[in-house]
């Protein structure tokens, strides 16, 4: 029996000699709900920056056959949320926050049960800043700089903590803690210099790096004077 069909049973009672009077019966045969789909949530631990997206991992079952679509409804923190799509866009869903997405399959007539899945919504790094030594190449007598050209970002607008530290020729200088500018005198003539700041949200940390060479200082010119200042044929000039 097909959906919307009509049905008339005939039975007839007969106790092995004679039939008894017929006794009629008709029925419909109604639509079959859908069966819930299996679904989840891309990705499964999602930063502010991510798309939320519903997967339906295994498709609704219909025993008649008809074609399937799906309704949507998403929760935050329990609280249903106007948006009915398959997808949230980034930003929607913030850190700490739980989001749950009701998954509804629909045959065209009826729906059928639900499915449901949850994520939680993930801590996301801070962006990894651009550096530059400045300048560079650097001479004994120049300020060394550490500048941030493109600063860290973080989406989950948490403050940042940003800490310092200078390298000579790949060993840490503990006069450079925390400080982006260092004073002259510091170099020698062909070190490398380097500076590394690490980015922290309190949750996860980020290092971005940058190096620079220190180059020759040429010699200053010197100071001249010939004596005498006025000489004579019979001087002799020193």
Request: charged share 30%; with cysteine; hydrophobic share 35%.
């Amino acid at each position: 029996a097909k959906k919307g069909e009509k049905w008339r049973v005939v039975v007839t009672p007969h106790d092995g000699s004679a039939a008894g009077l017929p006794v009629e019966l008709f029925f419909s045969v109604a639509n079959s709900p859908p069966l819930p789909p299996k679904v989840s949530i891309n990705p499964e631990k999602p930063k502010v920056t991510d798309f939320l997206g519903a997967v339906v991992v295994e498709s609704s079952k219909d025993a008649d056959n008809d074609q399937v679509s799906y309704r949507y409804r998403w929760f935050r923190n329990g609280e249903l949320q106007p948006e009915r799509d398959a997808k949230l866009a980034p930003g929607r869903a913030k850190r700490g926050e739980r989001w749950r997405v009701e998954v509804t399959p629909f045959d065209g007539t009826v729906t059928g049960a639900p499915s449901t899945a949850d994520v939680v919504v993930v801590n996301t790094a801070p962006s990894v800043p651009v550096l530059r030594v400045v300048p560079d190449p650097s001479r004994v007598a120049d300020d060394l700089e550490c500048r941030i050209e493109t600063p860290p970002v973080d989406a989950d607008g948490d403050p940042l903590r940003i800490e310092v530290t200078w390298f000579r020729d790949g060993k840490p200088q503990s006069y450079g803690r925390d400080r982006f500018k260092l004073g002259r005198d510091r170099g020698i003539h062909g070190a490398e210099w380097a500076c590394e700041v690490r980015v922290s949200d309190k949750v996860t940390a980020v290092t971005a790096r940058a190096t620079g060479k220190q180059a020759n200082t040429p010699p200053t010119s010197p100071t001249i004077e010939i004596v005498p200042k006025t000489p004579r044929r019979t001087d002799t000039l020193a």
